[in-house]
């Protein structure tokens, strides 16, 4: 199982130059993992490439893929473990909270064990702070 952030599934649901590699990677692990407001976070993106000028018919296909990532993604959703995380992140890095809490719920959901698991990542400074904590960051 690897840790998907929104910037990698967004790549997923919407044709776009860096679609292949994550493409590559979920075929090779089917298995996903997000914090529990991912889906919030998927919404967004595609609402803002809809006012971005993306095609209602491409918004329609993604939110599609994204309910069949629904159906069988995993989730991390204890609050008070990612926000305690979250909390230190944001000290150590410079990061969004919406990514802060990204981070934290991998570093939950490893067991504070980076080592063992991968990072799926496209956002420069999501994937540099990762990688700093521990995580191999893919592609």
Same mark, same amino acid.
């Given at each position: ?58 918004? =329609? ?7 069949? +990532?629904?159906? /069988?993604?995993?989730?991390? !959703? #204890?609050? *008070? %473990? ?30 504070? =064990? ?7 990542? +496209?956002?420069? /400074?999501?994937?540099?702070? !990762? #990688?700093? *904590? %521990? ?5």
């Amino acid at each position: 199982m690897r840790f998907w952030d929104s910037s990698a599934l967004l790549a997923l649901l919407l044709e776009e130059q860096r679609s292949s590699p994550v493409l590559a990677l979920l075929h090779e692990d089917p298995q996903i993992a997000v914090w529990c407001l991912t889906e919030v976070e998927m919404e967004s993106g595609i609402a803002r490439r809809l006012r971005e000028g993306l095609d209602p018919e491409d918004a =329609r296909t993604a939110r599609s893929r994204l309910g069949q +990532l629904l159906e /069988r993604w995993h989730e991390v !959703a #204890s609050l *008070e %473990g990612v926000r305690r995380r979250a909390t230190r992140l944001l000290r150590s890095h410079a990061l969004s909270a919406a990514d802060a809490l990204q981070l934290g719920a991998a570093l939950l959901l490893c067991g504070e =064990r980076p080592d063992m698991m991968d990072f799926v990542c +496209l956002d420069d /400074r999501l994937a540099a702070a !990762a #990688s700093r *904590e %521990g995580f191999q960051v893919l592609p």
